[in-house]
């Protein structure tokens, strides 16, 4: 997975114009811009780097640009994030049993022997 594309996502606004498109479906440039209390150029470049990132794709139709989600990179996403969700899970089953191993280790030597004398 290339940063970029988390990067795209990192400003609030490209997030929620994800978000937005991928609730409603497509959406014109208009539409989106009249969600968001900034200009229609702001928002264009916000679309941009989305575009970029390839998060969205755009389709011309006469006079309008209709934006929608790139399923394709959304797939590619939640399988690198399900990638590293299983790696994290097996580092921390090991980490979790080296510290349960540590913790009998610790408590058997702490435990008084048969051969020693009681106080």
Known sequence: MQAHVFAA???PTRLSIVEML???GRMSVKGISSQ???SAPAISQHLKILREA???HV????QQRIYAINQT???EMERWIDHMRKLWTQRLDALDELLKEEMRAANQSSTPSSTEPLP
């Not at 389709?59 to 006469?62: K, Y």
């Open 36 to 38: 968001y209390a900034m």
């Open 54 to 56: 390839g998060l969205v």
């Open 59 to 62: 389709e011309t139709r006469a």
């Open 9 to 11: 996502l990192a400003d």
């Open 73 to 75: 990179r959304i797939t």
């Open 22 to 24: 991928a609730s409603k």
